[in-house]
């Protein structure tokens, strides 16, 4: 676990600067510095980009990870690199040939509902490339296990472009009307230094030779295009849905809940930039004994972190809510149901690389497509009678069903789950301090109120944690802290 706690911290910590600026955006520079109506159309237009840029990477980021530690010559490497280059681009341009045929449809269709998305249609296309492409560039750096720059300019480099934009908007440097125009520009900027990172890493020999297991790369590929395509509508149906039903406004209003909530997912996502391929070559190799250690230390490392940043949500959301105008006063309900999604997701941690790493991916695949189907039919029933908290429904039985059927799947196919006796004795910490610190409140102003009482929150739990002896790494972390402050 040595490399995977280094990378996973180094990872956590550009991850949590890129949550805090994306917090002062959204909490803040967005609520002050755009009206209700553009920054809905922000959250909307990035919503509808993340919808479709799985279809444009066509899975090969995912295909990259899984097959290129099975290839043992540089030439064969490759021709998988190059596949990964130039199907994304095929699919790209059919794509683009379809939004030129049908680009008065959509201009149509978005004039019966909300006007202000109508001249950024096309900047959802533009958005998507480049966020394909980027995530292409990102896998190729993993597969080196060189994560942290690539999360760097996954989670840090758009949102401070965007911090910058904002500001430019409060000072009359810049107009409303184009500030998504430099949000596109700031995620080309992100795509070409990544893609040079990447060929410095790795400069393959560009012709068109692919992999002499061809068929089976794309039919792996195919079958992941299916399975993005699941992950990203499960996360951003529910808002591209919300446009539909109600004014746009409420996109933003949803954001800043969801946007509360993500911040809980930070620890798995740094964790994954490392632990996937790693899974990958454990399954590659059928070294099982290890991949059942590390799918356990894993969970419970990563529930102990995530359980914490839940806690420290839940019990000041009425405080961080004080921050912000008004308008954007939400339900407790939109945070505590995204956050026990995000919790989950931590507690499952290598489950999804296991899957989609192995030969089980198209059970996944069918269940994930089902899933997809039935979130939106729970959409379809919520957010017409419950509005914005409907959403939030909708989302967390989706989710709760998709993650307890691939929690099964891995028990049934591999015979091992990431619980210990240790994951118990953490699920019932974190319910006493959730319910004793959501009821004790400061009389201070919120930000006072927030760090006074997240930091005793913190402290208590962190020894607890300590004395309960829940994981080692966590207890070797803490007392290397403790010696440095000594």
């Known amino acids: ?38 920054y809905g159309l922000v959250s909307f237009l990035l919503s509808a980009a993340n919808l479709m840029w799985p279809f444009m990477a066509f899975g ?22 190059n596949l990964a280059l130039y199907l994304p681009l095929a699919i790209s341009l059919i794509l683009g040939g379809i939004g030129h045929f049908t ?31 980027f995530e292409i560039f990102f896998a190729w750096a993993k597969i080196y296990y060189k994560s942290t720059f690539g999360n760097f300019m996954k989670e840090v ?19 409303v009307n184009h500030f998504m125009y430099g949000v596109g520009l700031v995620f080309l900027i992100r795509l ?35 399975a993005a395509s699941v992950a990203t509508a499960l996360l951003d149906l529910d808002k591209v849905m919300i446009e539909s039903y109600l004014p746009i406004e409420n996109v933003a209003i949803y954001g800043i809940g969801v946007y509360i909530a993500t911040v809980i997912s930070v620890p798995q996502k740094a964790m994954h930039q490392i632990t996937n391929p790693i899974t990958a070559e454990y399954l590659n190799t059928r070294n099982f004994k290890k991949l059942e250690d590390l799918y356990k230390k894993s969970s419970i490392n990563l529930s102990i972190v995530s359980a914490l940043i839940f ?28 956050s026990l999604v995000k919790l989950y997701d931590n507690i499952l941690a290598i489950n999804n690389s296991i899957l989609f790493n192995s030969d089980y991916y198209r059970i996944v695949l069918a269940i994930g497509v089902l899933l997809v189907v039935l ?55 974190t319910s006493i301090f959730s319910i004793v610190f959501y009821y ?41 802290i403790v010696a440095k402050i000594k």
């Open 375 to 429: 979130a939106f039919l729970l959409n379809l029933f919520f957010i017409p009678r419950f509005g914005i908290e409907g959403a939030a429904i909708a989302s967390f039985l989706a989710f709760f069903i998709y993650n307890t059927s691939k929690l099964i799947l891995v028990e049934q196919k591999f015979k091992m789950n990431p619980f210990t006796k240790q994951s118990w004795m953490l699920f019932g910490l």
């Open 192 to 226: 070409l230094v990544m893609g040079a990172y990447a060929f410095k890493l790795h400069r393959p020999t560009l012709k068109f030779s692919f992999p002499s297991n061809l068929i089976r790369v794309l039919k792996y590929t195919a079958l992941i295009l299916i």
């Open 1 to 38: 676990m040595g490399v995977i706690i280094n990378q996973s911290v180094k990872n956590m910590l550009t991850t949590y600067v890129g949550f805090g600026l994306g917090a002062l955006n959204t909490l803040f520079l967005y609520t002050y510095f755009l009206d209700q109506e553009h």
């Open 440 to 480: 004790w409140e400061f009389p201070f102003y919120p930000i006072v109120s927030i760090a006074l009482k997240g930091g005793i929150t913190a402290i208590l739990y962190i020894s607890a944690v300590y004395f309960l002896n829940l994981s080692e790494e966590i207890n070797v972390m803490i007392r290397s």
């Open 157 to 175: 480099v758009h949102r401070l472009g965007t911090t910058i934009l904002l500001f430019l908007v409060y000072f009359d440097l810049l107009e």
């Open 311 to 338: 806690i420290l949500i839940i019990t000041n959301v009425h405080m961080l809510y004080e921050l912000i105008p008004k308008e954007y006063s939400l339900s407790i309900l939109i945070v505590l149901l995204i």
């Open 60 to 81: 090969v980021h995912s295909t990259i990870v899984k097959f290129f530690t099975s290839y043992k010559t540089k030439e064969e490497k490759d021709k998988l690199l």
């Open 103 to 133: 680009y008065e449809f959509l201009l149509n269709y978005f004039s019966d509902g909300n006007e202000l998305v109508k001249p950024y249609v096309w900047l959802i296309y533009l958005l998507a490339i480049a966020t394909a492409y």
